[in-house]
C-alpha cells in the first residue's frame, strides 16, 4: 500500500515488485509528495556552509543506502527529483528576466550533458541527455524562435504526442498483466 521502497531487501526481497511490479513507482511517487516541501525548502535561500555539509551528508546517506534498499526508495532517486525541482525554478527565474535565470549559458550546458552522456556509455545516462534536449528546445523556442525549436516544440504540443502523453503512465502500469495474460493464454 504505497511502501514498496520502505523495506530494505534484507527483510523481505523484492517487495518493491510485489502484486504489480510497476506500483514502486506510485510508491516513489507518494514518498516524493511527502518531502517534496522539505526538499524546495531547503534549495531556498542563500548556501551557506551549513547548507551544503547538511546536503553532502543526505547525498552520501542517500548512497549508503541505495544498495540495500528497493527501487521505489526515495533516497535513490533525490538527484532526480532536485534536478526536476531546480528545472522549474530555473525556467521560472528566466521567464520572469531574473538575473539568476539569465546567467545560465543553457546551449554550453547542453554541450556538455550531451558529451557526458556519450562517455557515460550506458542506457542511465539517456534520461538526463532528453531532459537536457527537450529544456533547450523549450528555451531556444521561447527566446529565440529558432525554425529547428519551434518545429520540435509544435511536434511535442500536437494532438498526437498529447494523447500518447495522456495514456503513457496507465499503460505503464498496465502492461505486464497484459504480457503475462497473453504468455499465459499463448502457452
Not at 507518494?30 to 547538511?54: C, D, E, H, N, T
Not at 534536449?133 to 521561447?142: A, C
Amino acid at each position: 500500500i504505497a511502501l514498496h521502497g520502505l523495506i530494505p531487501h534484507a527483510i523481505l526481497p523484492n517487495t518493491d515488485y510485489a502484486f504489480v511490479g510497476q506500483a514502486w513507482s506510485i510508491s516513489l511517487e507518494w514518498q516524493f509528495y511527502l518531502v517534496a516541501p522539505f526538499m524546495i525548502k531547503s534549495i531556498m535561500g542563500k548556501f551557506g556552509p551549513g547548507r551544503i555539509i547538511a546536503f553532502i551528508i543526505v547525498a552520501l546517506a542517500a548512497v549508503a543506502l541505495r544498495r540495500h534498499m528497493p527501487a521505489g526508495f526515495l533516497g535513490a532517486h533525490l538527484t532526480d527529483f532536485y534536478l526536476g525541482i531546480a528545472s522549474f525554478y530555473f525556467l521560472k527565474a528566466r521567464w520572469n528576466g531574473e538575473e539568476s535565470g539569465q546567467q545560465i549559458p543553457v546551449v554550453p550546458i547542453w554541450l556538455a550533458v550531451v558529451v557526458l552522456s556519450i562517455f557515460a556509455r550506458t542506457a542511465e545516462a539517456l534520461p538526463y541527455l532528453i531532459w537536457a534536449t527537450v529544456l533547450l528546445i523549450v528555451i531556444q523556442s521561447k527566446e529565440t524562435g529558432c525554425w529547428l525549436s519551434r518545429c520540435l516544440s509544435a511536434v511535442l504540443n500536437s494532438k498526437i504526442a498529447q494523447g500518447i502523453g495522456q495514456m503513457a503512465y496507465s499503460i505503464y502500469l498496465s502492461h505486464m498483466l497484459v504480457i503475462v495474460l497473453s504468455l499465459l493464454v499463448l502457452d
